[in-house]
Nanobody, 121 residues
Framework: QVQLRESGLGLVKPSQTLSLTCNVSGDSVTTKYYYWYWIRQPPGKGLEWMGAIAYSGSTYYSPSFKSRTSISRDTSKNQFTLQLTSVTPEDTAVYYC?????????????WGQGTQVTVSS
């Protein structure tokens, strides 16, 4: 059974960097051909795909976030991380990590439970 769990600070001040980690169990972040996503849902809005890191280590970003987003991984810990810089209150959302199948925009078959991040001074 694949499990993903997000962790990180739940409150971030404007202009700071949001940093989240997704710990993966039951699979390896290097397993072909899976992609590891960060997805968020602002209050009252739909899901937003932010980016992904592939089994190979290649990264993919949504144009909406590319200038502010970095996704990396630590294969020794079997985890991947999201950094979002220069946050504003509009970045307040529930952030999810998920596993995608087959491509950088393939269907996600496993999700973390989500973590609330609030941007506020």
């Amino acid at each position: 059974q694949v499990q993903l769990r997000e962790s990180g600070l739940g409150l971030v001040k404007p202009s700071q960097t949001l940093s989240l980690t997704c710990n993966v169990s039951g699979d390896s972040v290097t397993t072909k051909y899976y992609y590891w996503y960060w997805i968020r849902q602002p209050p009252g809005k739909g899901l937003e795909w932010m980016g992904a890191i592939a089994y190979s280590g290649s990264t993919y970003y949504s144009p909406s976030f590319k200038s502010r987003t970095s996704i990396s991984r630590d294969t020794s810990k079997n985890q991947f991380t999201l950094q979002l810089t220069s946050v504003t209150p509009e970045d307040t959302a529930v952030y999810y990590c998920a596993r995608g199948v087959g491509s950088s925009h393939g269907p996600a078959d496993y999700w973390g439970q989500g973590t609330q991040v609030t941007v506020s001074s």
